[in-house]
């Protein structure tokens, strides 16, 4: 689950959704930003676009 919103930054605009190319991300009933699929590439595009600075992406931890 690499997507952390912040929910009181959220306003449920939906920008994260139209914007991820793998279309993965989905608003839950409470109108904030969910990963519903795993095949996230971590581009942080849905970060950067994110007009509230609501949604963070947490990079998986790599192993040299
Ligand atoms: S980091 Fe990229 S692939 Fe992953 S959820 Fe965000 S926009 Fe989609
Ligand atoms: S783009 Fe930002 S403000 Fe809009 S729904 Fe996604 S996390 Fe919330």
């Known amino acids: 689950m690499p997507l952390i919103v912040d929910t009181d930054l959220c306003t449920s605009c939906g920008e994260c959704v139209e914007s991820c190319p793998m279309d993965i991300i989905r608003l839950n009933d409470e109108g904030f ?15 950067e676009d994110c007009p509230e600075i609501a949604l963070v992406i947490e ?3 790599l192993v040299r």
């Open 59 to 61: 990079l998986p931890f």
């Open 33 to 47: 930003p969910y990963q519903k699929y795993d095949e996230c590439w971590y581009c942080g595009v849905c970060e």
